[in-house]
C-alpha cells in the first residue's frame, strides 16, 4: 500500500534511539513502510533517483545531511513530512543551536510537520507559525497486569536514556527528604556514568542498575512504582510523554515531577515532588491502585501502536 514512501532514519544505529523506535520504527514496520538509514555523507539526488519516493518521512533529524536531503526532495517535487522530536527553541549550546536551525529550515520545505505532544506543538506553532499535526508515540513494551498492592520497603524503578540521567540526583534528594526506605533499580545505557554522578548516594538508597534492553518489562515486573524525575526547562517541555504511557501500561504507578506537556496524565499518576508522591501513596493506597488501573486502560485505548499508526494513515493520505 506505500510502497512510494521511505521511512528515513539520520543515524548509523536507530535502534539505540528509543524516539526512533517508538516514534519511526514500530509504526514504520506496522505500516510497511520501507525504512531507510540516510547519513551525512550521503548523495541526495542518487539516494532519492535511486528509491523513487512519492513521500519521505523524516524522523528526528540528527545532520545537516537531512536539509540537502529535503531541499533535492523539494526541487522533485517529493512531498515531505518531518518529525520534530524534543525541538526546543533557547540554548546556548552549539549543537543544539544547529540542530534547531536545521529544523527551521525543514518546517519551510516540509508539507506536514508531526510533533509527539500538544504543548510541543504550541511551541513549534509560537516560534515558526507552522501548526504541527500531533502523533504521539506509541507503546513499546508488553503490558503486565497491574500491580494490587504496594510492598515495603517499596520497590521504585527508573528508566531512560544517559541523556537524562542528572534528573535522577533530583529525585533522589526528594525522596531522602521523605524519610521513605525504598529499593531503587535503574535501567539505563552507560552505566559507568550514572554510577559515578550517584556515588555519593549510594549509602543513602539501595541501588541497583541494569542494562536498557527490549525486555524491559522484566525488570518493571518487581517494581511498584516509576518515577519521572523532570527539571522545570525547555528541554523538558518539550519530552514525548512514552515513558509515563509505557510505566501505565506495564501497570505500574508514576510519579511525576509536574510539566504542562503532561497534563493529560494528572488523574492517572502523582504530579509533583517525588517524595511527596511516595507520601501521598503511603496514605492513599487504594486511590493509587485505582489510578494505575484506569491509567492502564487509558494508554492502551489511545496509544496502542494500531492506534497510532491509524493517526498516521490519515496523515498520510492526506499529504
Not at 506496522?30 to 519521505?56: C, D, G, Q, S, T
Not at 545537516?64 to 526541487?75: H, T, V
Not at 552549539?94 to 506543538?121: G, P, Q
Amino acid at each position: 500500500m506505500y510502497s512510494n514512501i521511505l521511512w528515513i532514519f539520520s543515524s548509523e544505529n536507530p535502534m539505540s534511539i528509543p524516539s526512533y523506535i517508538v516514534g519511526g520504527i514500530m509504526p514504520a514496520d506496522y505500516l510497511k513502510i520501507k525504512k531507510v538509514i540516510y547519513l551525512k555523507h550521503n548523495n541526495a539526488r542518487k539516494f532519492l533517483l535511486k528509491h523513487k519516493p512519492k513521500i519521505i518521512i523524516l524522523s528526528k533529524a540528527l545532520h545537516n545531511g537531512i536539509l540537502d536531503l529535503a531541499k533535492e526532495a523539494k526541487f522533485l517535487d517529493i512531498k515531505i513530512i518531518s518529525i520534530f522530536d524534543d525541538w526546543h527553541f533557547e540554548n546556548t549550546k552549539d549543537e543544539i543551536l544547529d540542530r534547531s536551525n536545521l529544523n527551521r529550515e525543514l518546517t519551510k520545505l516540509s508539507k506536514i510537520i508531526i510533533a509527539k505532544t500538544d504543548y510541543a506543538a504550541k511551541i513549534i506553532k509560537e516560534n515558526t507559525k507552522v501548526l504541527p499535526k500531533v502523533i504521539p508515540d506509541c507503546i513499546r513494551y508488553k503490558t503486565l497486569s497491574p500491580i494490587n498492592s504496594f510492598k515495603n520497603p517499596i520497590n521504585v524503578s527508573w528508566f531512560g536514556n544517559y541523556t537524562n540521567h542528572k534528573t535522577v540526583i533530583k529525585a533522589i534528594d526528594e525522596i531522602l527528604l521523605s524519610d521513605h526506605k525504598i529499593n531503587l533499580q535503574i535501567i539505563t545505557n552507560k552505566i559507568e556514568k550514572i554510577k559515578n554522578l550517584l556515588k555519593d548516594k549510594k549509602n543513602s538508597v539501595s541501588i541497583k542498575y541494569f542494562e536498557w534492553s527490549l525486555d524491559l518489562h522484566k525488570h518493571i515486573e518487581n517494581s511498584d512504582i516509576v518515577i519521572l524525575p523532570l527539571f522545570k526547562n525547555n528541554k523538558s517541555g518539550v519530552k514525548s510523554s512514552n515513558r509515563i504511557v509505557d510505566s501505565l501500561n506495564m501497570g505500574r504507578f508514576v510519579i511525576v515531577n509536574e510539566n504542562e506537556q503532561f497534563k493529560e496524565f494528572n488523574k492517572f499518576c502523582f504530579f509533583g515532588n517525588i517524595g511527596l508522591g511516595l507520601n501521598w501513596i503511603k496514605n492513599n493506597e487504594k486511590e493509587a491502585i485505582k489510578k494505575i488501573v484506569e491509567g492502564q486502560k487509558y494508554v492502551i485505548e489511545k496509544y496502542h501502536l494500531n492506534k497510532i499508526c491509524s493517526e498516521w494513515e490519515k496523515v498520510i493520505n492526506n499529504c
